[in-house]
């Protein structure tokens, strides 16, 4: 999964059947330290994340599983809203408390 | 998803059952500014998108999942068009109403 | 999808089941211009492409789908042979016939 | 399938169904030399993988799969913790055992 | 399909269930000359491929397909020992005999 933070919305009046009432945000990618990494893509959410929420991203196939009798036509999904992140490198710790 | 601005047609006579009645289209990926990014690819469409829209593009696995019960070999396929967008970076706002 | 022009064959006697009597192609991934992009690749045929031809590859899981209840371990098909393309830029227009 | 070493923990409350009681893990991608390559990611982790841990991460739609009955919207997961690794470039043998 | 070399092996004590009795290669990815590209990865294969085999590697959702009502978690497979490649470019014609 793919830690993103969440900078914006997509609107789609008219879209593929099974996206009715999911929502579409906009996902900037970003490592542990919260650092931009490549480009923006767009995610669908039935968390509730808000615009400056940390969240983790499935891509791929797999997003569909959400709901599991439904397969949607998506290719990312927003899986978790990130509370905290704990990474050791050599001899130093980094720990983030995100969303505080 | 990516989004993506409709550039063009590809027609071909022979090609697998399955893909017989859907349109394919040439996508130019660009980033929620409207920047190109990236290389064109081509993505199947069942709602009616014309050149210069813009558009949400699912890609890999997912995509077959337009018809449910019957799953066709494609990897990307528009599952929306775009009315607009608004992202947030830091202080400033981006919004941006497409295919106006 | 991806743009492609067929550049060769691949002969391999052992393999996984399910593989036996699809033709395995040289693909030379390509813009709607013609020109050569990355780095090429194999695909599995069954419309009878050949060398010089421009094809349409499906990529990913999706591939797998040219037989839906027969599923087999590919992952690129060429899914049509490419007639013609057709794409605005701006105020041109490129048309191109392929193939011919 | 990537080789990757363990490098922290991320931890969300509100997240997906399916997605409780199951460890994430950051994860830094190496090479068989175990030079970092490319950026970090999260993969989920039901083998009990510790920090430094050498671990053999699978990646896409293949992820849901370590519960056949039961897929999850998940795109990496531990599949392996690697004892050794044999390379033979050339000439050159390299051996490695990891996780001693 | 990537054409890749076999360079060596991981061994994996503790692994996902599924996993047990399957054959784990490092892979080189090379082009149609054999020269380098990208870096290496680990596929599973049952073929029986061995150190400097070239051989067709599927990667993705598909890989777990090679047991059909089976699948398990992988995302690269061996699905072909290459025996000869031949591929034509502009004028010129490149043929090779793999594995002699």
Redesign the interface.
Known sequence: ???GKV??????????D??QGIR?L?I?PV??KGNS?R??????D???AG??DHV?V?????????D?D????????I???????????GETD?SSDRND
Chains 1, 2, 3, 4, 5 share one sequence.
């Not at 900078?7 to 593929?16: L, M, Q």
Request: proline residues 3%; hydrophobic residues 40%; charged residues 25%.
């Open positions: 999964m793919r830690i900078i914006g919305n997509v609107w789609a009046t008219r879209k593929e099974g996206l579409l906009v900037q490592d542990t990494i480009t923006e893509f767009v995610a669908a039935r968390l509730g615009v400056g983790l499935t891509s791929g196939g797999s997003s569909r599983y959400i599991k439904n397969p949607i036509p998506i290719d990312a999904v899986i978790g809203i990130i509370d905290s992140t704990e990474v050791k490198r980094e």
